[in-house]
T-cell receptor, first 113, second 116 residues
């Protein structure tokens, strides 16, 4: 069966520091991968998605970037964190095809001080 | 434009009551998919159901049931005989059927609290 791993679970970082969140999927090949952010008490905002290695689509202009160095690895990065980057970050994967649901990792709670 | 509205921000009921979570969507696409997800306090989103736009049959899974009405662009979710473990934030989501475009449009969520 497929599983998705996301780490770390929680992270506290100072303003201006770099960021790297990692997500890996097991049990499937060539998944579509996604990064979402959820601000406190609000809905989910799609940040990036990828349909293949090295293929990244950005949904909103922001201080973050994403990379997909391997088929089942998706990384969310920032060179300098802002206070507004605080939130709950969720990685997700789906099979190829419009009907496929997205399956989410456990999330990372990021606090910027 | 795609949009999902969950007008109920918070709902609180007593255990064993039935509760319905509303979801209204907007899309110009003729083919699309609708989803419900559950987010318990631990944070992860759990996939509950997928429905395509051609299938308006209602679905029941245990205490959960879904009512899809294309005429009113609604996809409501009912929990029968609610339990404390049902307490969570529930999200309705819409995805157009476009090859290569995999964007889920989420509603703002409904926080459901089941009191013992």
């Amino acid at each position: 069966s497929q599983t998705i791993h996301q780490w770390p679970a929680t992270l506290v970082q100072p303003v201006g520091s770099p960021l790297s969140l990692e997500c890996t999927v097991e049990g499937t090949s060539n998944p579509n991968l996604y990064w979402y952010r959820q601000a406190a008490g609000r809905g989910l905002q799609l940040l990036f998605y990828s349909v293949g290695i090295g293929q990244i689509s950005s949904e909103v202009p922001q201080n973050l970037s994403a990379s997909r160095p391997q088929d089942r690895q998706f990384i969310l990065s920032s060179k300098k964190l802002l206070l507004s980057d605080s939130g709950f970050y969720l990685c997700a994967w789906s099979g190829v095809g419009g009907s496929q649901p997205q399956h989410f990792g456990d999330g990372t709670r990021l606090s910027i001080l | 434009a795609q949009k999902v509205t969950q007008a109920q921000t918070e709902i609180s009921v007593v255990e064993k009551e039935d509760v319905t979570l509303d979801c209204v969507y907007e899309t110009r696409d003729t083919t699309y998919y609708l989803f419900w997800y559950k987010q318990p306090p631990s944070g992860e989103l759990v996939f509950l159901i997928r429905r395509n736009s051609f299938d308006e049959q209602n679905e029941i899974s245990g205490r959960y049931s879904w009512n899809f009405q294309k005429s009113t662009s609604s996809f409501n979710f009912t929990i029968t005989a609610s339990q404390v473990v049902d307490s969570a934030v529930y999200f309705c989501a819409l995805k157009p059927f476009i090859q290569g475009a995999q964007k889920l449009v989420f509603g703002q969520g409904t926080r459901l609290t089941i009191n013992p």
